[in-house]
């Protein structure tokens, strides 16, 4: 399905996937269509039968979201990607696919939390049954394995304290016992790591973050061998989650500028966590490109670089974190990341406000804490909007 395999990201980025219709349009088309016409009742047997290829109704397949499937694949290096109506549906639909009742899942202990309420409240009524374990400690991992263990589930980094899992050892531990692997690659994007090089079976993703990249619209994909990704679309098909044209459209344009976005995005987030790190009023930064980072050397055997969140602690706790968040002008106050305006969160306040403080505290998420994901502004307009409030503390 990845057409121009050849060729480098940027190039596939711009051009992967497209097909013109017979007007000739530069620019991929939008079929806002919901079903399909044939020239014959023979045509529609064969088309519903599966026995001819081509589009029937837009549940099925669109081929702007087709576009946007192939662009992303070609991006992953996978032979294959289904794209979905979000990332929730996407993570649903990837372990739906694949597992049944009286299936378990090993998953990391620190995950994007609706992914967490999907295993925990809602996965768990269907009888599949997960076990979270320490993001970075493998052999954990490896004894949380069950003889019903049908997946591995994680996200790298991780959010917010951008911890690194160690993708190649897990595939290695998982593959031992037949395990399938999925990673959430949301934060790091292809531009920055291709889980499918290092042994992951499936790659799924929030398009609604860098993908779109300008906070526009929701969306989802699951990529990986057509094997598998193709029980993915029989889920689909049938339980309705598709990505729709319009956002399939938004998403595809997105893609094209994809790699600028992330290597800019990331290079000023390495220059604000090294400005944080040597600030008098923080305590301690998180970001996986400084050698500070407890796995740095890990991370840059699986990321081309620390990608664009910081983590931080500020000396004090929730009033002085909070006095950094309401003394900004420019960051936007939101739990949103992928955009290109930088957002700041507090994290033991929203994101993990639900999970209990004991609970909090053995995840290293303390009241001091703030989480960015870093844009496009200037590092130095972004510096003298954090300084204000920083100065106060
Ligand atoms: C946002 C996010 C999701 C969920 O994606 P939606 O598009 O909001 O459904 C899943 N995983 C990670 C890591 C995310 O950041």
């Not at 079929?31 to 016409?37: D, H, W």
């Not at 088309?47 to 070609?74: I, K, Q």
């Not at 996986?288 to 991370?299: F, N, R, T, V, Y």
Request: aromatic fraction near 6%; charged fraction near 20%; hydrophobic fraction near 45%.
């Amino acid at each position: 399905m990845t057409d121009l395999p050849e060729y480098r990201p940027e190039t596939l980025a711009v051009r992967a996937g497209q097909q013109r219709s017979q007007f000739g349009e530069h620019s991929e088309a939008l079929y806002l269509t919901s079903s399909f016409v044939f020239k014959s009742a023979a045509q529609a047997a064969r088309r519903f039968s599966g026995e001819e290829e081509g589009n029937v109704y837009a549940r099925f397949s669109n081929p702007t979201v087709t576009m946007f499937e192939e662009r992303l694949a070609a991006l992953e290096g996978a032979e294959d990607c289904v794209a979905t109506a979000s990332g929730m549906s996407a993570i649903m639909a990837a372990v739906l696919a694949h597992l049944k009742q009286g299936d378990h899942i090993v998953a990391s202990n620190s995950l994007f939390g609706a992914t967490v309420q999907l295993f925990n409240n809602i996965l768990s009524r269907t009888g599949i049954t997960t076990t979270f374990v320490s993001h970075t400690d493998p052999a954990a991992w490896a004894a949380a394995i069950r003889p019903e263990t049908k997946l591995f589930f994680l996200e790298t980094p991780s959010n917010p304290l951008t911890e690194i899992a160690d993708i190649r050892k897990l595939a290695e531990i998982a593959h031992a016992k037949n395990i399938l692997v999925a990673v959430d690659n949301c934060f790091c994007t292809p531009i920055l790591q291709r889980p499918l090089d290092m042994g992951a079976d499936l790659v799924i993703h929030s398009a609604t973050k860098f993908l779109d990249g300008q906070g526009r619209v929701l969306g989802g994909a699951v990529c990986g061998p057509k094997v598998l990704t193709e029980e993915v679309f029989k889920y689909l098909r049938t339980a309705g989650p598709t990505l729709s044209a319009f956002n399939a459209w938004v998403l595809l344009k997105g893609l094209e500028t994809l790699k600028l976005r992330v290597e800019a995005q990331s290079a000023n987030a390495a220059q604000l966590a090294a400005w944080l790190e040597a600030h008098p009023k923080v305590a301690r930064v998180f970001y996986p490109g400084l050698p500070s980072h407890p796995q740095h050397e890990l991370a840059k055997t699986q990321q081309k670089s620390g990608g664009a969140i910081v983590a931080f602690e500020v000396k004090g706790a929730r009033e002085q974190a909070w006095q950094v968040v309401d003394n900004c002008r420019l960051l936007s106050i939101t739990a949103n990341l992928g955009d290109t305006k930088t957002t700041i969160t507090h994290p033991a306040s929203t994101t993990h406000g639900r999970i209990s403080p004991e609970a909090r505290a053995a995840a290293g998420i303390n009241e001091g804490l703030l989480r960015i994901a870093v844009g496009l502004e200037a590092v130095e307009d972004l510096q003298s909007d954090l300084e204000r409030g920083l100065a106060l503390i």
